[in-house]
């Protein structure tokens, strides 16, 4: 099973900074890496696909890199409705998601 | 509107069952694959099953497998799960999700999950 970890768990930032997350694979996944936006009871978003592609209607302050082992999410200069958790998922076999990034107000 | 909406949650004892639904609407839902999500009180996300866009077949992680069966009903725009032998360990928000799941021109994947339900409260509690 490929397992996935992100890092850091939580990260306070204010509005306007730039945000990296970061997604390790347990083995190569090519390209096939999602990231996803949560806000608390709601559903999770889709904000990029293939590592770096930007889904429609995503705002373009969110962009991906990586491929093989090692991604990253980055939010550009961060707006109040970015403050949410995120996820990475690998679909290069079957699905697995890391365990969330907390962005909160510093 | 495109959307899924779960329902049929609720306070189970351990060794019980519970059947969820998903609604869709707003696409034509026999192109797609399905998914079920779950997330733990305050936890992530963790994938529970696929079905694809026929029914002919699914999968399950390794902790559902021989409990928990996905089905779907193309006629009636709906997606299931059957959950039996509940344990303490299945609480969760149970979150269906669409899969595109297709092969573009250049061969790239499109097997992520591009509308999600908001889920619904399973509790499985003495």
């Known amino acids: 099973d490929i397992q996935m970890t992100q890092s850091p768990s939580t990260l306070s930032a204010s509005v306007g900074d730039r945000v990296t997350i970061t997604c390790r694979a347990s083995q190569s996944i090519s390209s096939w890496l999602a990231w996803y936006q949560q806000k608390p009871g709601k559903a999770p978003n889709l904000l990029i696909f293939k590592a770096s592609s930007l889904e429609s209607g995503v705002p373009s302050r969110f962009s991906g890199s990586g491929s093989g082992t090692e991604f990253t999410l980055t939010i550009s200069s961060l707006q109040p409705d970015d403050f949410a958790t995120y996820y990475c998922q690998q679909y290069n076999s079957y699905w697995t998601f890391g365990g969330g990034t907390k962005v909160e107000i510093k | 509107e495109v959307q899924l909406v779960e329902s049929g949650g609720g306070l189970v004892q351990p060794g019980g069952s519970l059947r969820l639904s998903c609604a869709v609407s707003?696409?034509?839902?026999?192109?797609?694959?399905m998914h079920w999500v779950r997330q733990a009180p305050g936890k992530g996300l963790v994938w529970v099953s696929r079905?694809?866009?026929?029914?002919?077949?699914?999968s399950y992680a390794d902790s559902v497998k021989g409990r928990f069966t996905i089905s779907r009903d193309n006629a009636k725009n709906t997606l299931y799960l059957q959950m039996n032998s509940l344990r303490v360990e299945d609480t969760a928000v149970y979150h269906c999700?669409?899969?595109?799941?297709?092969?573009?021109?250049?061969?790239?994947?499109?097997?992520?999950?591009?509308?999600w339900g908001r889920g619904t409260l399973v509790t499985v509690s003495s």
């Open positions: 707003g696409f034509t839902f026999s192109s797609y694959w």
């Open positions: 999700a669409r899969d595109p799941h297709y092969y573009d021109s250049s061969g790239d994947r499109h097997w992520y999950f591009d509308l």
């Open positions: 079905i694809n866009s026929d029914g002919s077949s699914t």
